[in-house]
């Protein structure tokens, strides 16, 4: 034992206690997150040199505590309703401390053990929340070497690159000469295809994860297809279609047709179920990214809002969104156990043919055995505990499209389909001026409100009280111009009406600080 360790591990006991007392503390006082600009913050941060000596634990607590913990964003406050980042129950803090100390590696056996049965058993779990098989299906494969209900990885941008590299090897897969792509390169593949290029369709919606995919896979972000929606955000069945066969016109094979269960922006679902027999009819992958909205299968109330989900060749699910896990777990599930030999990777050392090593099929190597507290949230929340949560969600999201269209000062522009939903500045005067205004004008006062919208989360952020993001979106009722709108994401259940009204209040007060902006677009709207 090295000299004095005793008296350092009750220092690191006591110093821990304080830092988890200071973090309390933090969780209950800070609103959203501190005053200070970011190049102010940076300035604590700008020493580039190796620290050279080492320094007392107690020491480095305190420049946690005012520096990191006191400066970060309070993910947790009910006041912040603007990410998809979601607050903790408060069991995973003692769990992920836990895993911390265990520190098992989840890419083998040998570093891991009990952990990969449970992350198996996770997969199963959720594999059967999505197809439902039945009993025997899930005996044989949940443990089966050979194949996987599906992958965990570090999020949803890890899933849809997975499920589509999966897709992307299953088309060019070898035949005769060929080696398939995953030997022999895109060159070849089209090549042996026939045709010059793959391509991925998606709607214009989609998570930018999805060019990332394209980009690393190899097919080019100009082989990533964003077709249109219809009035509801939703892919639009025609322009679909019509997509389809341009890419076929262009000698190129369309490798997948992406449904979204939950956009990132409007939280709305594609038609999966017209998707999948579309998909089926040219014969290509369907893929459904479910990142947000997978959890509502959870819900008996809400889980039709998924309908066709189960026809999916693979399903991006996120757990560090709705099921409440710490941030950085994902996972992907493959309708067919056996499709992930298309991806499988052997080495000498680990990962032996036939070892029920995890990582011979999972794109990252060395992984956290995060799979126990899904495991945890699972049985400790329960469907009924997730059940809950997603419903109330819905139910928020409803009362706040509600409040928002009786109030005098806002535009409601998406309707809440699950828990997201997005508005603007725009007074109701302003709005009856807008509706018989020349198109013109009205794209002007388009461009006005633009800036009150920026600048009103602006200072709502700065102001640190509550928070919600923004995003850009083109309406059909201003025939397609792109307006700037706050989002909300009510994930939170600890955010009541009255903080949602004390939203609407912080923002119409942030408007009334706006002069230089609103006497401009009164004396345009006196010419409307
Ligand atoms: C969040 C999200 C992603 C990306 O997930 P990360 O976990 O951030 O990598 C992908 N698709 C959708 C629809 C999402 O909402």
Redesign the pocket.
């Known amino acids: 034992m090295l000299p004095g360790a005793p008296v350092g591990c009750a220092a690191y006991l006591v110093t821990a206690m304080t830092i988890t007392h200071d973090l309390a503390g933090f969780l209950q006082t800070h609103v959203v997150a501190s005053g200070a600009t970011l190049e102010e913050i940076e300035k604590d941060f700008s020493d580039s040199q190796v620290p050279e000596q080492p320094t007392f634990v107690s020491d480095y607590a305190s420049f946690l505590k005012d520096t990191l913990v006191a400066q970060s964003v309070h993910t947790a406050s009910p006041g912040f309703i603007g990410h998809?980042t979601s607050a903790m129950p408060y069991f995973m803090l003692p769990l992920a401390r836990i895993l911390i100390a265990l520190n098992q590696n989840t890419v083998k056996v040998e570093t891991s053990k009990a952990f990969t049965p449970l992350e198996r058993q996770v997969l199963a779990i959720l594999h059967r929340l999505i197809y439902g098989f039945d009993d025997p299906f899930y005996s044989r494969f949940i443990h089966d070497s050979r194949s996987a209900l599906g992958v965990f990885c570090?999020?949803?941008?890890?899933?849809?690159i997975t499920a589509l590299w999966l897709a992307r090897n299953q088309l060019c897969a070898p035949d005769g000469e060929f080696g398939g792509i995953a030997n022999e390169g895109m060159f070849k593949a089209l090549k042996h295809l026939n045709c010059e290029g793959l391509a991925i369709l998606v709607s214009k919606r989609?998570?930018y994860?999805?060019a990332k995919t394209a980009d690393v896979l190899g097919l080019g972000r100009d082989n990533l297809v964003l077709v249109d929606t219809d009035d509801n955000n939703r892919v639009d069945m025609r322009s679909l279609r019509n997509a389809c066969s341009r890419v076929e016109n262009e000698n190129k094979r369309v490798l997948a047709l992406v449904g979204?269960?939950?956009?990132?922006e409007t939280g709305t679902v594609d038609p999966l179920e017209e998707m999948a027999d579309l998909a089926q009819e040219i014969g290509c992958h369907f893929h459904v990214?479910?990142?947000?909205?997978g959890p509502t299968l959870f819900s008996d109330t809400n889980r039709w809002r998924m309908r066709g989900i189960e026809r999916a060749d693979s399903v991006?699910f996120?757990a560090?969104?709705q099921l409440y896990v710490p941030m950085g777990v994902?996972m992907v599930l493959f309708k067919d156990p056996q499709a992930v030999s298309a991806i499988e990777h052997h080495a000498a050392y680990i990962l032996r043919p036939g070892s029920k090593d995890l990582g011979t099929h999972t794109l990252e190597g060395s992984r956290p055995g995060k799979a126990m507290l899904v495991h945890a949230g699972l049985n400790i929340i329960g469907r009924r505990g997730y059940e809950l949560l997603i419903d109330q969600g819905i139910e928020r999201a409803q009362q706040f499209a509600d409040m928002v269209k009786a109030h005098p000062d806002f535009e409601l522009i998406t309707a809440p389909e699950l828990n997201i939903l997005t508005y603007r500045y725009n007074p109701a005067w302003l709005q009856h001026k807008m509706s018989t205004a020349r198109p013109a004008m009205v794209e002007e006062i388009n461009r006005h409100l633009d800036d009150i919208v920026v600048a009103v989360q602006k200072a709502q952020r700065a102001a640190g009280k509550t928070f919600v993001s923004r995003t850009s979106l083109a309406p059909a009722r201003y025939k397609g111009q792109k307006i700037n709108v706050f989002r909300v994401v009510l994930a939170n259940p600890l955010t009541t009406h009255a903080i949602l009204e004390e939203v609407l209040k912080e923002q119409q007060e942030h408007v009334s600080r706006l002069r230089a902006l609103i006497v401009p677009l009164r004396e345009l709207a006196a010419r409307a």
Not at 260 to 264: E, P, V
Not at 289 to 293: H, K, L, T
Request: charge should be negative; avoid cysteine; proline fraction near 0%.
């Open positions: 998809m570090s999020g949803g941008t890890v899933a849809n989609a998570h994860s999805l979204i269960a939950g956009t990132t990214d479910a990142a947000w909205g991006t996120d560090h969104k994902g």
